[in-house]
């Protein structure tokens, strides 16, 4: 079933088509590297811990909306291991890094960190979006794009709303 927001319509781009994956995903990619830009030129170390959280917790969220729903359909669809295990694997990498930043906001490798984490998203982000990456494979695949997107919508939604599932794999099967 179709998931709505607050006035009981679907979810929309601007030229009124509803959002697929792909362009979810991308803009979360988007929103990411804005956030880091404003931490490099950030001076102030209270606006820079507060950007690093915001990077964090975005990043946290993306990651398991990707895992859980994302690339298990990409997976299925195209068949391509190589490409879904090395996106688990930066994954895996990337959250080590973001678990240290959020326990170590005061030291003096604090920027240091999130300067690497920057690095790392920046890697993945154009292995995920170039050419011959995921989301072309994903785009030239079976994937319903669309519906996907809203169940990415609806689980970003719900990880937003209650960070307690953060970390949490929501169960995608039944148990008998």
């Not at 927001?5 to 509803?18: F, I, L």
């Not at 964090?56 to 994302?70: D, K, P, R, S, Y």
Request: with cysteine.
């Amino acid at each position: 079933m179709a998931k709505t927001n607050q006035n009981g319509s679907r979810r929309r781009t601007k030229n009124g088509s509803p959002k697929d994956a792909i362009a979810l995903l991308k803009a979360d990619h988007r929103q990411v590297e804005e956030w880091f830009s404003e931490f490099e030129k950030a001076k102030d170390s209270r606006r820079k811990a507060a950007l690093a959280k915001q990077i964090c917790t975005a990043l946290i969220v993306h990651a398991q909306i990707e895992e859980e729903i994302f690339y298990p359909a990409f997976l299925e669809a195209t068949e391509d291991e190589d490409m879904h295990h090395e996106a688990e694997v930066e994954h895996t990498g990337a959250k080590r890094l973001i678990a240290d930043i959020e326990s170590k906001t005061s030291d003096e490798y604090f920027d240091a960190r999130v300067t690497v984490l920057s690095e790392m998203i920046k890697h993945h982000v154009k292995e995920e979006e170039q050419p011959d990456g995921m989301f072309a494979k994903a785009r030239k695949s079976e994937m319903d794009l669309v519906q996907i997107g809203e169940e990415l919508q609806a689980r970003k939604t719900e990880l937003e709303a209650d960070r307690s599932l953060l970390g949490k794999t929501k169960r995608l099967f039944a148990v008998a």
